[in-house]
């Protein structure tokens, strides 16, 4: 996937940016690996299932690391800072669920170049994890 790169002069109060992604079996032991989080409700079947969930479910962590890719790589883009993210988990994300995650300008601040999102999370058209970030977008270089 190449990333255009989006400058803090090109935004508008709206855009907005999604993203598409499947968990997986090795989606879910590769995050394990990289994050060190083995809770077995993610990784132990027998486990999970005397859980209130009664299967495995993906880190929340996992979803909220989709918001971090609609960012870097669609909307700012490449060159956009990380400044804050808030999250609420809303409803566990299971093997085999499809995350479609979305992200909205709702506020520009040009004093300090930055910009203010809503960030959701949905499977099936149910919100599972919804948020507000902000972030530092680069100014269109000097000609």
Avoid: W
Wanted: proline share 6%; hydrophobic share 45%.
């Amino acid at each position: 996937m190449t990333a255009s790169i989006t400058y803090f002069e090109d935004l508008e109060v709206g855009q907005e940016a999604s993203l598409s992604n499947t968990v997986t079996e090795d989606v879910i032991k590769a995050f394990a690996d990289v994050s060190g989080d083995r809770n077995p409700v993610h990784l132990d079947a027998a486990y999970a299932a005397s859980t209130m969930f009664k299967e495995r479910i993906a880190h929340g962590m996992l979803s909220a690391a989709y918001i971090s890719a609609v960012f870097g790589m669609k909307l700012p883009g490449p060159g956009a800072i990380y400044i804050s993210q808030t999250l609420t988990f809303k409803a566990p994300v299971k093997i085999g669920d499809t995350v479609i995650t979305t992200v909205k300008l709702v506020e520009l601040v040009p004093e300090k170049k930055r910009a203010r999102f809503e960030t959701v999370c949905t499977v099936g058209g149910k919100p599972v994890l919804t948020g507000e970030a902000q972030l530092m977008v680069p100014n269109r270089p000097a000609a």
